[in-house]
T-cell receptor, first 114, second 109 residues
Framework: ETGVTQTPRHLVMGMTNKKSLKCEQHLGHNAMYWYKQSAKKPLELMFVYNFKEQTENNSVPSRFSPECPNSSHLFLHLHTLQPEDSALYLC?????????????FGPGTRLTVL | GQNIDQPTEMTATEGAIVQINCTYQTSGFNGLFWYQQHAGEAPTFLSYNVLDGLEEKGRFSSFLSRSKGYSYLLLKELQMKDSASYLCAVMDSNYQLIWGAGTKLIIKP
């Protein structure tokens, strides 16, 4: 596979469930990102990992927990979510996070919290 | 605060030209990006401007004026496949992307 892949593409979960989103990039990049995209709102940056180290956590609630075991893989662990967390969750990667580099996006996971 | 403004929706006719504007106020500036996002798909990179002026790439051009905090994306010879959302994003002094809400472009035959 090439580019940035995300699984699952769609997820429906109850507020008491625990689930994980997975992202994998095949581009040899060193930076990976999680974004939240809600309808008619700007993309919200959630987390940034640069060379496997978390460099940004933009005031994201603790019910979202990221994990980056290596430069190619990124997870977002979800637990006790709220209905307002329903959104498209996009993963992206770039060469690194400290300079200009375009970001390459995965297709996203459409999350619905019941 | 940081802010990116772009129109919510625009409509244009196949074969015509459309200009999508973006104004910004950010903490520092390390370039402006335009991305295209078809419904249900990933955003894909279109252009990057860091110096004033016009960058042309086929049917798409992007313009930047740093003194005015302004950019536009110009799409020529519109095709039905150009129906998508166009996202403007500015890289701030920390090299983080600050995003606009996107402009949904509807192309009519």
């Amino acid at each position: 596979e090439t580019g940035v892949t995300q699984t699952p593409r769609h997820l429906v979960m109850g507020m008491t469930n625990k689930k994980s989103l997975k992202c994998e990039q095949h581009l040899g990049h060193n930076a990976m990102y999680w974004y939240k995209q809600s309808a008619k709102k700007p993309l919200e940056l959630m987390f940034v990992y640069n060379f496997k180290e978390q460099t940004e956590n933009n005031s994201v609630p603790s019910r979202f927990s990221p994990e980056c075991p290596n430069s190619s893989h990124l997870f977002l662990h979800l637990h006790t979510l709220q209905p307002e967390d329903s959104a498209l969750y996009l993963c992206a990667s770039s060469q690194d996070a400290g300079s200009y580099n375009e970001q390459f996006f995965g297709p996203g996971t459409r999350l619905t919290v019941l | 605060g940081q802010n990116i403004d772009q129109p919510t929706e625009m409509t244009a006719t196949e074969g015509a030209i459309v200009q999508i504007n973006c104004t910004y106020q950010t903490s520092g500036f390390n370039g402006l990006f335009w991305y295209q996002q078809h419904a249900g798909e990933a955003p894909t990179f279109l252009s990057y401007n860091v110096l004033d002026g016009l960058e042309e790439k086929g049917r798409f051009s992007s313009f930047l004026s740093r003194s005015k905090g302004y950019s536009y994306l110009l799409l020529k010879e519109l095709q039905m496949k150009d129906s998508a959302s166009y996202l403007c994003a500015v890289m701030d002094s920390n090299y983080q992307l600050i995003w606009g809400a996107g402009t949904k472009l509807i192309i009519k035959p």
